[in-house]
């Protein structure tokens, strides 16, 4: 792919997918707080396995994990119709969807941690901003993965070289991992997670390669 050609793919749509992205994240943090912040159901704290045992505190990680907000934004940022972009807010609809069903009716918690957060100023602020509820699945790690396979995809079909895929993919555990080395999930968290963030993805991507959507716009997983 030429520069030139990079070029008109990030600025297709610029309007729709800059407003349009705000809007969509706005709304999102607004059902995910009030979720989090008014259970219906009795909180269920999730268990500590041998993978958390060995897990360690990485506190410069947290920057890893916020990096998700540049992440989930690269998929959208190389397409240049709208379907595609409608395709892809679709999956992240139904992503965040059924997480907040499964928050809403078992809500669950991180176990906490004997740390004093206050020595790790980014970690407290991160530990202020997103309480430890919502735990299981983990939304930050099956957003992450939802958005790998997307940008997998959209990489592959621009021909990008194998080395734009290894970084991807590298990225994406990066997100992954950090969402513990941060404490802010267990395990069992990233397990469920993972597995729906890629159910997601594969269905979307299914649905994105139906020959409803106009020529330009079908992808070929």
Not at 79 to 89: Q, S
Not at 117 to 133: I, N, R, V
Not at 178 to 189: A, E, I, K, N, Y
Request: some cysteine; hydrophobic content about 55%; aromatic content about 16%.
């Amino acid at each position: 792919m030429t520069a030139r050609e990079l070029g008109r793919r990030l600025s297709a749509h610029i309007w729709l997918k800059s407003i349009g992205s705000t809007v969509v994240i706005s709304l999102f943090f607004v059902a995910y707080f009030t979720v989090l912040n008014h259970p219906v159901f009795a909180v269920y704290e999730m268990p500590f396995t041998v993978v958390d045992a060995w897990m360690p505190v990485v506190p410069f990680s947290v920057w890893i994990y916020f990096s998700l907000w540049v992440y989930i934004c690269l998929p959208s940022a190389l397409m240049n119709t709208r379907a595609l972009l409608g395709a892809y807010l679709a999956g992240a609809t139904v992503l965040s969807g059924v997480a907040l069903f499964i928050f809403f009716y078992f809500p669950t918690a991180v176990p906490a941690w004997p740390m004093d957060w206050e020595q790790y100023p980014a970690m407290a602020f991160l530990k202020s901003s997103d309480a430890s509820g919502n735990a299981c699945p983990s939304l930050h790690v099956g957003f992450a993965v939802f958005s790998a396979r997307w940008l997998q995809v959209m990489l592959k079909r621009l021909r990008f070289g194998p080395s734009w895929h290894v970084i991807n993919w590298i990225w994406c555990l990066a997100i992954v991992l950090s969402t513990m080395t941060t404490r802010q999930h267990v395990f069992l968290d990233v397990v469920f997670g993972s597995a729906l963030g890629y159910i997601v993805a594969a269905l979307n991507l299914r649905f994105t390669s139906n020959e409803t959507l106009p020529r330009t716009a079908v992808l070929q997983p």
